[in-house]
């Protein structure tokens, strides 16, 4: 395992302090006013598209017994199934009678939201949708923060779960100055994926190949598997949306075999 440029071991910030004449202030308080206009559009844009009947955090449970917490206090819905360590980014799509469809970066249907605040919960084992019911509050689903040491503990750990699953070592290797949250999310998701690829008699023959995993920031997000290696690139900038799912990643090694 290596780890290349340890999140959070060393960032600068440059702290700059000049006399701004009159008309700077007057141009930079525009713009501000301007900035929290826009922000404040953006922010009744999404009310309208997810019902105001519904909390910014909540964890709701549908009929079909599978519970989930849903953290809508940011720009993008996040969305979190009982015992599972991955938070889904949903994107809006307006469907009929101002209803709106919530999807995944795959382009897998996941919630259905009424005008009135109805959900529908879409999965695999109920793919014809499942009424969904407020439980009681949620917790937020924000990525956490850690330390170098606690960084390089995780990468270890991670490294191990997954070469324990293949029976071989995989290497993990992970670099990036911006945001150590989202790579220490896209992390745990991407292992997560494989040790159940390798735990699945159809997705075990994809990881033949698999000798690392290797996780960058960028300014696309993306997860790409070729010559043995899985890249996957976040986007920092897009905060909890800037890194691929587990659909997306699965979908990298079966696109690769579909290339070869």
């Not at 170098?148 to 503990?153: D, G, R, T």
């Amino acid at each position: 395992m290596r780890a290349v440029a340890p999140l959070a071991a060393a960032t600068a910030f440059a702290v700059a302090g000049a006399a701004l004449s009159q008309f700077v202030m007057i141009d930079t308080a525009a713009a501000q006013t301007s900035g929290n206009a826009q922000a404040q559009q953006s922010r009744s844009l999404r009310d309208r598209l997810f019902s105001r009947n519904l909390p910014a955090q909540g964890r709701y449970v549908a009929e079909s017994g599978q519970g989930f917490v849903l953290d809508r206090s940011e720009s993008t819905p996040l969305l979190r199934f009982d015992r599972s360590v991955e938070t889904w980014a949903l994107r809006p799509t307006p469907a009929p009678r101002g209803d709106v469809l919530y999807r995944n970066d795959a382009g897998e249907l996941v919630l259905r939201v009424t005008a009135d605040g109805g959900m529908t919960l879409y999965t695999k084992r109920v793919p014809a949708g499942s009424p969904v019911t407020l439980a009681g509050p949620g917790e937020s689903l924000t990525p956490p923060t850690l330390g170098p040491v606690q960084l390089f503990n995780l990468m270890a750990r991670r490294s191990a779960l997954v070469s324990a699953a293949l029976g071989r070592l995989v290497e993990i290797n992970l670099s990036g100055e911006k945001s150590e949250a989202l790579s220490v999310d896209a992390l745990i998701v991407t292992t997560d994926a494989v040790v159940r690829m390798a735990r699945s008699a159809t997705a075990r023959g994809y990881l033949v190949r698999l000798r690392s995993i290797t996780i960058v920031e960028g300014d696309r997000v993306s997860a790409t598997y070729a010559r043995g290696d899985l890249r996957i690139v976040v986007d920092p900038d897009r905060g909890p949306a800037g890194r691929p799912s587990s659909a997306r990643i699965i979908n990298a090694f079966a696109d690769e075999q579909t290339n070869r």
